[in-house]
């Protein structure tokens, strides 16, 4: 184990370089015209898989974009981890609050800016440079392992459930291993073992035909952005809580152990605040911000447009005003229930002077891991051993649609490694990942293969 | 008289084919990029008068676009009217919805179709061509005339006001003859007594200082696209009264007399709704659709943008939501005090949560003009003998903020020859102008001039 770790310290250096060609990589899953990126993308994560030493290295094309797999089980009687991230990042804009371009990596104050830098390239990278490092300074790795690295998980891993399911034989495996999910705090080993789950769609409102002049009409009939905002106004009770009837039907309420747990960890509503710059934290009535992030189903707007959008003024009544939307689930609520919820409630709430759509775009499952899984308690004492550090557990508001995928179709649990941190400006200008979790990182990931293999 | 009237029958035709050039200038005056445009239109608008006969024209420079002054003064003893007008025109987005390039002009089924046709080249190009009928058929006119012709109402005429109160003396007149208003319906002359003010805003509300991932913070803070909808939705109760504190304490009341009237006229609510395509009209309770634009008091979003309004989907919290907002106002309310009121009032719907920012853009009065006055009577007579049939009276939705203007500083009222339509798409895609309309308009124009000097 000595080896494997001086080999990583030694090529340290060589490995943020390597990152930074990752980073400048255009690989934007949802614009179309990112396609070529894409493909790119793919041929950098298969190219460095086979320099790190694994066989059976393979892009396998879907109707989406290409996935990556490698391999190598050369350890034969030991367990197989399978590791998946996801190669694909969110789009860019607003441009304009971007420090330096984001497809051109900079490193300040030992954080790396880029999009994708945090989420999800740099924590998946860790993961290649560790089994590398075996290789290269062993020779073998003490457990099987197996890569499956995607393209589409920002726009809701459409061609992924599909894939594993299809080849379920290949992807085998006691544990999954995921770093895409943040530490509590810097230089705090952390592990989650909770995931919300996602609905997102689209909703469209629409009034008259045409736009019209809203002094000869205003007043006449009914403006679609004023009945959109008053059905999102609708959306939510006083108390912050979601309206739609049925929806927290069946809500794993919080334990007693676990609101216990989070009121431990060290956390300030008032320094979250300020980074925030907002005069206080809001939402359900009832529970601190912790369980509301974590445990608690949110509804938001993502974005919402309409009408006259430019400079100046234009006086008109739009014809249509769009939003989109998405709720955030918890254990036991399923996606496709809850937008079919949202449908029906959306629709209600609609007077008969507009025509109103919804598109339910995509969506993923909330997940929970349980705690006492000997990958778990591997990955804890691992961290541990990296970071100097004790283990937390926590869950995470954010989902990742294919670990209640894992899940249901492996049968393997997941242990979530994660390394970024949520002020890394995660889906948002000026994203970045701080490179001593990098360098931890790859550490964390070296002592796991060797304590889960024991 | 009857040499005139010979004389605009013979060159009606070519009097399609000057206004199609004017309507080829894209003179949009909200938007920078078009501001040679502006200069082109206002030289044009000064070549037209100058071929009319009239002399001292003349193109004033502004701040903003020029204004273009020109006049008669050959009949001394009689009365001054001065024509108003406007050559600039509105924003052509959505683009793709006109059926024709908004500035390639295009005769189909006697209308012309292009931006500016009926709001308001077309109908101010009405004037300048009855006073060349004059000229060049008899000579002479037999009252006086000026007209001024701004490049700045589709912005609210931010500097027109400055230059007629700095003008007084060059623009005094004993009446102002404007058409930029519509026909109650198709060859029914009609003038309009009253029309509405104007209040526009831009509200721009603020949670996080960056957009955030909705997975990991949607729990945590305020949504501005939630908090704007909301605040939205409490600008109007059940009934469709505005919520605004104060907001209806000016209001001059409709006579009974006019609800009569109103209620005299042939209107469908059904064909309206059938034409915007409608399930049912929609506005304050208590009133008749007529009566809700022409002479209640109106509050609509012409605009709302924020978050993520591109294809797909992008999970995040926007740091900021932006709406438009605009009021129309009736006799006695102020545009100022009204967005004052709004503003006030908006600020205190906002939670802490957030910040607010209200930008007042522009405004303009409400009008009603006395129907026993000299040239409205004068006015209505005129029409009549264009049109063969008997004039009727209404109010306007719109706003023409100049015409409190000339009340207020020339003492003069006005006289509203509206001659378009409301169905003639002003402000949207595929906005056109009925030539029969043009056609009758010359000669109502020219009837006006007769009988306001008798």
Redesign the interface.
Known sequence: MEQVIAYINKNYDSYVEQLKQFLTIKSIS??PENKADMKKCAEFVSDKLKEAGLSKVQIFKTEGHPIVYGEWLGAPGKPTILVYGHYDV??V??ID?WDSPPFEPVIKDGKIFARGATDDKGQLFVHIKSVEAYFKSVGSLPINIKFLIEGEEE??SPHLEPFIKANKDLLKCDTVLVSDT?LFAPGQPTLTYGL?G?S?LEVEVT?????????????????P??V???M?????DKNGKITIPGFYDSVLPLTKNERENFKKLKFSEKK?AAD?????????KGFS?LE??WA?P?L???????????????????SK????I?M?LVPNQEPKKASKLFESYFKKLA????KVKVTD??GGYPVLTPLNHKATVAASKAMESAFGKKTVFMR????IPVIATFDKVLKAPTVLMGLGL?SE?????NEHFNLKHFHLGIKSSAFFFKYFAE
């Open positions: 949802t614009l969110q789009p804009d607003p609050l726009i809701g943040s919300r996602l997102y009034g008259p035909n045409r736009d019209l002049h809203s002094g000869s009409y205003g007043g006449a009939v009914a403006n952005v004023n959109l905002a008053s999102i106004s609708k959306l939510h979250y925030l710059q907002v005069a206080e934290l809001s939402g359900e911000t509301r992030t608690r949110t938001d707007c993502n974005g919402i447009f309409g009408g006259f959008t430019g400079k100046g003024a234009k006086t008109i009544i739009p005003a769009t939003a989109k998405s955030r007077p008969k002077s507009v775009l995509h995470e508001g954010g989902s949520n400006n995660l889906h948002s200008p």
